[in-house]
Every structure is written in structure tokens, then in C-alpha cells.
């Protein structure tokens, strides 16, 4: 099991930025990024394939977020530009170390969801 503890949520007006961090009690071979918005169901935003980059994106977001990590200190970030009144969500981080099958597997996951270990989430609202 992994322990994953998420930051960085805050309230900001649109257009605006921010990051949120993924801190995680030990290391995982994909990482990634959901969010659920009030009364909607929880959908992939992006992963990250730990051993090789892989970054992938939802289409919402692509251009816009930026995942990365930080091997050394089980950090996985998630930079968010350009920020719209329609990324209101709570954002979860999720990490998966039970079997590592390679960079397309990891992006996969953005669709499947089926992750190990997930975070309680940290609440983004974005104002217009």
C-alpha cells in the first residue's frame, strides 16, 4: 500500500494558476491526476508513467496542466494554467505499484482508474 496525501487546493479566479502536490509514502510505477466535480462522476485528468515520463492528458486539460514527479522525493506535481470555472472539482492523486507493464499500460489508467491507492483529495474552485 501506498499513503498519499495531496495539497495545494485553493480557490482562484479564472485564467489564474496553481499547483498541487501528491506527496507519497513510497514509490509507484504510475501516478495521475482525477477530479469529481459536485453530482458528477470522477474522471482522469492526467498520469504519469514514473520509470519514463509517459505524460498523458485528458483532452479538457491538455496544453493546459502539466504533470510531473519527483523520483527522489515520491512528489507528484500537477501545474495548472489557464484555469476555467469548469476545473471546479476535488482533485485526487492516485498511485499504482502492483505490477509495472510499461508507459502505454500507465496511460491507460487515465481511463480505467483502476489504481492501487488513491488520496482524500484537495478542493479546487475556480471563480469567473
Known amino acids: 500500500q501506498v499513503q498519499l496525501v495531496e495539497s495545494g487546493g485553493a480557490s482562484v479566479q479564472a485564467g489564474g494558476s496553481l499547483r498541487l502536490s501528491c506527496a507519497a509514502s513510497?514509490?509507484?510505477?504510475?501516478m495521475g491526476w482525477f477530479r469529481q466535480a459536485p453530482g458528477k462522476e470522477r474522471v482522469g485528468v492526467a498520469t504519469?508513467?514514473?520509470?519514463?515520463?509517459?505524460?498523458y492528458y485528458a483532452d479538457s486539460v491538455n496544453g493546459r496542466f502539466t504533470i510531473s514527479v519527483d523520483n527522489a522525493k515520491n512528489i507528484m506535481y500537477l501545474q495548472m494554467n489557464s484555469l476555467k470555472p469548469e476545473d471546479t472539482a476535488m482533485y485526487y492523486c492516485?498511485?499504482?505499484?502492483?505490477?509495472?507493464?510499461?508507459?502505454?499500460?500507465?496511460?491507460?489508467?487515465?481511463?480505467?482508474?483502476?489504481?492501487?491507492?488513491w488520496g482524500q483529495g484537495t478542493q479546487v474552485t475556480v471563480s469567473s
Open positions: 492516485a498511485a499504482d505499484r502492483r505490477i509495472d507493464l510499461g508507459g502505454p499500460w500507465c496511460n491507460g489508467l487515465l481511463f480505467r482508474g483502476d489504481f492501487g491507492n
Open positions: 513510497a514509490s509507484s510505477y504510475c
Open positions: 504519469i508513467y514514473t520509470s519514463g515520463g509517459y505524460p
